[in-house]
């Protein structure tokens, strides 16, 4: 697997650039989840509250597989399909190589309990994302023990995740909180990027304006994403054929995605796929 | 003394507990999980209170299967989390500290989600807004945060500070409009 670090990808190469840094146990995960809507065999079982967050996500574990999760939502909240974006998002990411962790839909056995506090009733249809380091927190819980050497080793991939981020129309993105980051004081610095809920339809809308390029919110102090990265990571959307994306969204059963919000998707990602170059601002 | 008050009904009491965990890896339910402490807030008309017991130290053993970035860190979680603590205490609204660590610890570290539990037996003179009130009512949540140590975890179940542990509290008079005003730790 290559593994950018910062001023490596030259543009010969970022065509060919692998820009995650996730080991084969997680890797294998993907490319089994990444094939279907709900990955076969999964027993997730609950295992903590909900958090207090828009999502409400809660920890998940399947025993006899040995793994361990975070699912949402936490209770039924249709005014946006969390579950679906997660996973259409991880699966497109899957397809481009960015770290980004793998995500599977999953129905949980009655009865869901209502959110303790809310009172809401629980959503039995979430997805689970799988960890994807055995160690990782958010980038600012480690902030400050996080190298230098390390931040620079993440331009590339997250000036490929920009792109990507640009595509699906990614909103509320605080890089801060929705990089995970599994610093060892040695570059690259392994770096997973979560939390798609608020991205293509919430974004999409009838009524809402045309989103143009995601916002640049490094964790730290970085005036221009790597040039070469961009560009490459650009042709690589426009690369994707029609067949995949469609299938990607159109095997999510209406439980997780209305029909009406899964065709706004598609005509979203087939459209903006071709005016990437133009949203990111890349001849 | 100060006749009590009766507690208001749009005044919900409310008693949220969570423990503080660390885990070595992430991925599989068998890894080691090191149970590094509890975190309670109490919530009544008139009284916000937020509890911590953490250990004071970790042993040899267990900090040889940390991940090494919090080894240096991880080595006296109470001392570690004391900051955290004392910045959820100024900064979030009464009954909302838990949430705003739970929402900054969710990886390996990890803050979990407060259970709702019981709201503990409380002697009545804590319902009036004095001072004596208010450390009795301290004393009765941190007492109940080392009895509840064991009571409310979801996952993993039973467990219990293993060694030595500190317990601080801060108790504030809630008013109607501000943070909590501390009296004292």
Not at chain 1, 27 to 43: M, Y
Not at chain 1, 55 to 68: C, E, I, Q, T, Y
Not at chain 2, 126 to 141: K, P, Q
Request: glycine content about 6%; hydrophobic content about 45%.
């Amino acid at each position: 697997m290559n593994q950018p670090t910062a001023g490596t990808v030259a543009a010969s190469t970022a065509a060919t650039a692998s820009y995650q840094l996730f080991d084969a146990e997680v890797l294998k995960l993907r490319a089994n989840w990444a094939q279907c809507a709900i990955a076969p065999g999964c027993a997730w079982q609950r295992c903590s509250e909900n958090a207090q967050s828009d999502s409400a996500p809660f920890d998940v574990r399947d025993k006899g597989a040995d793994l361990r999760g975070k699912a949402k939502p936490g209770f039924v909240k249709p005014d946006v399909s969390r579950a679906a974006h997660e996973k259409i998002t991880s699966d497109l990411a899957a397809l481009l190589d960015l770290p980004i962790p793998p995500v599977t839909l999953f129905r949980l056995p009655d009865p869901v309990p209502a959110d303790p506090r809310t009172k809401a009733p629980g959503d039995p249809f979430i997805c689970v994302s799988a960890w994807a380091f055995p160690s990782c927190d958010e980038w600012r819980i480690h902030a400050a023990v996080i190298t230098e050497q390390e931040k620079a080793s993440t331009i590339v991939p997250l000036s490929a995740v920009w792109v990507f981020d640009s595509w699906i129309s990614a909103e509320d993105r605080n890089y801060s909180k929705h990089i995970l980051a599994s610093p060892t004081g040695n570059p690259p610095l392994k770096i997973a990027c979560v939390d798609y809920a608020f991205s293509l339809s919430r974004s999409w809308q009838a009524g809402t304006p045309a989103k143009g390029a995601a916002a640049w919110q490094m964790p730290f102090e970085v005036a221009k994403r790597d040039a070469a990265t961009v560009t490459a990571m650009a042709a690589r959307i426009e690369g994707l054929e029609n067949e995949a994306i469609e299938r990607i969204v159109r095997r999510i059963g209406p439980e997780w995605l209305p029909s009406a919000r899964g065709e706004l998707i598609v005509k979203g990602l087939l459209q903006r796929r071709g005016e990437i170059r133009k949203i990111v601002g890349v001849p | 003394m100060t006749p009590s008050r009766p507690i208001p009904n749009q005044v919900a009491e409310r008693f949220l507990g969570s423990h503080i965990l660390l885990r070595c890896d992430l991925r599989h339910t068998s890894a080691v999980t090191i149970h590094l402490g509890v975190l309670a807030e109490l919530v009544t008309a008139e009284w916000h209170l937020f509890g911590i017991a953490a250990r004071v130290s970790l042993e040899k053993s267990e900090i040889d299967v940390l991940p090494a970035v919090w080894r240096e860190r991880l080595a006296r979680p109470f001392d570690y989390f004391m900051p955290a603590f004392e910045r959820a205490w100024k900064t979030a609204k009464a009954g909302e500290c838990i949430d705003l660590l739970v929402s900054e610890y969710g990886g390996s570290l990890l803050i979990q989600p407060p259970s709702v539990l019981p709201v503990p037996p409380l002697p009545e003179r804590v319902r009036e807004a004095d001072r004596v009130g208010s450390l009795n009512l301290r004393g009765s949540v941190l007492t109940s945060i080392d009895r509840e140590a064991n009571n409310f975890l979801i996952e993993p179940p039973a467990v219990t500070l293993h060694g030595p542990a500190h317990i601080y509290g801060q108790t504030g008079a809630r008013s109607s409009a501000g943070p909590p005003m501390a009296i004292g730790a």
